[in-house]
């Protein structure tokens, strides 16, 4: 009894060193597989240009109140030129528009949205325009995917 035993524990076997290398190659095949099918780097840009969206309509409703508010007038400082609009903790707003006028007292908006990515200098990453037939246009420039994100009111 006692040598079938010992028979016994010297038949079971662990994993050999190409059953372990095997089952590393197979996992990191299917995790390879799984990051390009995710492909994390487009869907953060997509979540970055879905801010983007969200944020130019939140600019031009704001504008779109305040003119409500002021007898159908946009704040002065709003051209037939597309310019980028000044970031609202800005110290300097030279060459840029001034939308602070939007921020005063947290009525219309309480900060001009900052493109996600981070705008230059005291740029907020959006632009705004009057067309000549007295409608706005607030652009995200910095759209990626090649979107072009832009809305016209």
């Given at each position: 009894?006692?040598?079938?035993?010992?028979?016994?524990?010297?038949?079971?076997?662990?994993?050999?060193?190409?059953?372990?290398l095997?089952?590393?190659?197979?996992i990191?095949?299917?995790?390879?597989?799984?990051?390009?099918?995710?492909?994390?780097?487009?869907?953060?840009?997509?979540?970055r240009?879905?801010?983007?969206?969200v944020?130019v309509?939140?600019?031009?409703n704001?504008?779109?109140?305040?003119?409500?508010?002021n007898?159908?007038?946009?704040?002065?400082?709003?051209?037939?030129?597309?310019t980028?609009?000044?970031?609202?903790?800005?110290?300097?707003?030279?060459?840029?528009i001034?939308?602070?006028?939007?921020?005063?007292?947290?009525?219309?908006?309480?900060s001009?949205?900052?493109d996600?990515?981070?705008?230059?200098?005291?740029?907020?990453?959006?632009?705004?325009?009057?067309?000549?037939n007295g409608r706005?246009?607030?652009?995200?420039?910095?759209?990626e995917?090649?979107e072009?994100?832009?809305?016209?009111?």
């Amino acid at each position: 009894m006692f040598m079938t035993r010992i028979k016994h524990i010297q038949q079971q076997r662990g994993f050999t060193l190409l059953e372990i290398l095997l089952a590393v190659a197979a996992i990191a095949t299917l995790s390879g597989v799984v990051i390009l099918a995710i492909n994390p780097a487009k869907q953060l840009a997509e979540t970055r240009n879905a801010e983007r969206s969200v944020d130019v309509n939140t600019i031009l409703n704001a504008t779109y109140q305040y003119a409500l508010d002021n007898n159908g007038q946009f704040p002065s400082t709003v051209t037939t030129t597309q310019t980028e609009i000044c970031a609202s903790n800005a110290t300097d707003c030279t060459g840029l528009i001034d939308l602070s006028a939007l921020t005063l007292n947290e009525t219309y908006i309480v900060s001009i949205p900052v493109d996600p990515t981070g705008a230059e200098g005291n740029g907020a990453g959006y632009e705004i325009a009057k067309t000549a037939n007295g409608r706005l246009t607030v652009v995200a420039p910095d759209a990626e995917l090649e979107e072009t994100i832009s809305v016209t009111r």
